[in-house]
């Protein structure tokens, strides 16, 4: 079973800059794609970005390219989320997830989410 568990999080002021991380338990995550997702106070939780297992491909959420970078070290277990030139409407909780493996019999799994707040 995957466990992801997030850090990293915490008060920026705009224009800052924050790195987040996730580490996965177990022995597959070279093998599945991640993703960060956020969820702002009162909206629906949304994709920021994601990456395919090996890190060769990503894609982001229009609002945040260009000032946000995704990336994975497979030999660290984990995913991070660069995110630059923040904003205060980047504030929201961020999620790490996958969507794991029907081939690999691998679960959807959530993280528990770290706040990021950014003042202005």
């Known amino acids: 079973q995957v466990q992801l568990v997030e850090s990293g999080g915490g008060l920026v002021q705009a224009g800052g800059s924050l790195r987040l991380s996730c580490v996965a338990s177990?022995?597959?995550?070279?093998?599945?794609?991640m993703g960060w997702y956020r969820q702002a106070p009162g909206k629906q939780r949304e994709l920021v970005a994601a990456i395919t297992s090996g890190g060769g491909s990503t894609n982001y959420a229009d609002s945040v390219r260009g000032r946000f970078t995704i990336s994975r070290d497979n030999a660290k277990n984990t995913v991070y989320l660069q995110m630059n030139s923040l904003k205060p409407e980047d504030t929201a909780v961020y999620y790490c997830?996958?969507?794991?493996?029907?081939?690999?019999?691998?679960?959807?799994?959530w993280g528990q989410g770290t706040l990021v707040t950014v003042s202005s």
């Open positions: 177990g022995s597959i995550f070279s093998i599945i794609a």
């Open positions: 997830h996958t969507q794991g493996s029907v081939t690999y019999r691998i679960p959807e799994v």
